[in-house]
């Protein structure tokens, strides 16, 4: 990097490498979206949350396996602190969005999960480390709060069936990729291996679902298994981190978080469009203020 400097070199991307990188960015944020869609696309037809569950931890445990074994957290403590990270990211947080997506559309999941997160994120960072954020952001977060109220007000006043529970989940399921993401930052923990661990964490789930489930998994349609498989597995566990990830390094974090909002939208369009799921005009509108806070909040001070 020094040496660059002495010739002259700029260390600024190209413009094809910044198109690049937001590309992958805007295809990260399609692929977190497409999974609350898919997800529920299968569970309506024939695969449950048991299953899919099993299919990703699966793919992505065994995936992960020799990256852990290449960079195994050194020491009882940090062990501890990747265990923990495992809870709120991996199989419990997996099952718990999942269940959300049994019971409410999947434009439900992809706004309050996505817009619980940065809240929790936020509240968070202030309590515990004493970030406090800027008015912008602080404006940006109620104007999310007060999108996610919108967004659930039709299944809490009775009109949605169990929707409600279904939001509530996603909710749970927020608050948990909150404490990851603040535990990951405050324990400055290298987002390789602490992802690989996550989903090698996760693997005794699947003896224990054998056990209990018996070959159901095999009697469903083959496409559809081999699909989720990949999907779950490699796409939405490990090639969507994977392009955000780079997509930081080129664009720095501040600006990769601004395609956040992507998601809600992606989802929403999503579930119109796969599973007929059409939001009432006061969640559109809710959706609306979730998106446009979240991309308030994510600007820089």
């Known amino acids: 990097m020094a040496a660059a400097g002495r010739s ?3 260390v600024t991307p190209s413009r094809a490498r910044t198109a690049l990188a937001i590309g992958a960015a805007v295809l990260a944020m399609l692929i977190y979206a497409s999974q609350f869609v898919l997800s529920r696309w299968s569970m309506q037809r024939t695969l449950s949350l048991w299953d899919l569950a099993a299919l990703r931890f699966t793919v992505a445990g065994l995936v992960s396996l020799p990256v852990l074994l290449r960079h195994r957290p050194a020491g009882a403590v940090a062990w501890r602190r990747v265990a923990a990270l495992s809870v709120a990211a991996g199989a419990p ?12 559309p999947a434009a439900h999941g992809a706004v309050i999960v996505t817009g619980v ?3 929790v994120t936020t509240a968070l960072a202030w309590l515990w ?10 404006a940006g977060l109620v104007l999310v709060v007060i999108g996610l109220a919108l967004v659930g007000s039709p299944g809490v006043g009775g009109g949605g069936g169990h929707a409600w529970l279904g939001d509530a989940l996603f909710i749970v399921a927020g608050v948990l990729f909150a404490l990851f993401t603040v535990g990951a930052r405050h324990w400055r923990v290298d987002p390789l291996p602490a ?4 989903w090698v964490l996760a693997l005794p789930y699947v003896p224990i679902y054998a056990a209990v489930a018996g070959p159901r998994v095999l009697e469903a349609p083959r496409g559809e ?10 796409g939405v566990a490990i090639a969507a981190l994977a392009l955000y990830a780079w997509a930081i390094r080129v664009l720095g974090d501040a600006r990769a978080a601004l395609f956040m909002p992507l998601v809600p939208v992606f989802g929403v369009l999503l579930g119109v469009a796969v599973l007929d799921e059409v939001p009432a005009a006061v969640q559109v509108v809710g959706i609306a203020g979730v998106t446009l806070g979240m991309a308030l909040a994510a600007r820089r001070a």
């Open 129 to 138: 480390f004493g970030v406090r954020p800027w008015p912008a952001r602080m």
């Open 117 to 119: 997160t940065a809240v």
């Open 195 to 198: 992802t690989a661990a996550v």
């Open 8 to 10: 002259g070199l700029s």
């Open 225 to 234: 298994v081999v699909f989720q498989a990949l999907f779950q597995g490699l």
């Open 93 to 104: 947080y997996t099952l718990i969005m999942y269940a959300g997506l049994v019971l409410a």
